[in-house]
């Protein structure tokens, strides 16, 4: 797994040769109130598109499930603001939700993010 940071973006990228995803996040303020979240589908113009399409209701779904799981075990409130993905990678098996939650342990205990 790689951990990238681009701007405000936090990034994790799972490279398996099967399956490959992109999650990226921008934290929330931790005293806004409100919990929008803007999803934002990524378009990288030098990759194939796939025959399959995540949705962004699939993505918001799994990335909530892991960000309260891993809220919850770190006894923290960490909150999102954005989420970007790739729609032509694969949402199976909860990918979204593990990358989550590796991405905020990560974070959370200080490990460094490269900066692209």
């Not at 006894?75 to 993905?85: A, G, H, M, R």
């Not at 342990?105 to 490990?111: A, D, M, V």
Request: hydrophobic share 35%.
């Amino acid at each position: 797994m790689g951990f990238f940071k681009e701007r405000n973006i936090y990034q994790i990228t799972r490279i398996t040769g099967a399956q490959d995803n992109i999650l990226g996040v921008v934290f929330a303020d931790q005293k806004n109130s409100h919990n929008d979240i803007k999803i934002i589908e990524w378009d990288f113009p030098n990759i194939p598109k796939s025959q399959f399409r995540t949705s962004k209701e699939e993505v918001l779904k799994q990335v909530l499930s892991g960000l309260d799981s891993v809220n919850r075990s770190l006894e923290t409130n960490y909150k999102l603001s954005e989420i970007y993905f790739s729609p032509f990678e694969s949402g199976m098996n909860s990918v979204y939700s593990l990358l989550i939650c590796k991405l905020i342990r990560h974070y959370h205990i200080g490990n460094k993010f490269k900066e692209i």
